[in-house]
């Protein structure tokens, strides 16, 4: 099993939790996070006065997948969250080595 970690814009969660779904994942968790990459924040104006904005909002997706599923929702993530642009984000791939369903006691695959 492993655990996908994907930073996408903000905008681009609702079809990348879509494209997922379509490809069989049962759940995600979703965060709203800040941070900075290579594009180091911007400036903005506001009320006549510029300021310097250090961390962006982006959305952290976690899924938990079979390692069957693993290359399929690499593909539907990076192709639906990219715009091209600088800032599109991230994904992390981790080994999950023990999942167990607190309700049931069900544990790993049958787990997710």
């Not at 250090?54 to 192709?79: G, Q, S, W, Y």
Request: aromatic share 6%; with cysteine; charged share 35%.
């Amino acid at each position: 099993m492993k655990k996908i970690e994907a930073i996408i814009k903000p905008f681009k969660l609702d079809d990348v939790r879509e494209a997922l779904s379509e490809l069989g994942v049962n759940g995600m968790t979703v965060t709203e996070v800040k941070g900075f990459g290579r594009q180091k924040g911007h400036t903005e104006l506001y009320r006549g006065a510029e300021y310097m904005v250090d961390f962006l909002p982006k959305a952290k997706v976690e899924v938990v997948v079979r390692d069957d599923m693993l290359e399929a929702c690499l593909e539907a993530i990076t192709e639906i969250a990219r715009t091209g642009k600088i800032g599109d984000g991230k994904i992390f791939v981790t080994t999950i080595e023990q999942v167990i369903r607190i309700r049931t006691g069900e544990e790993n695959e049958e787990a997710l």
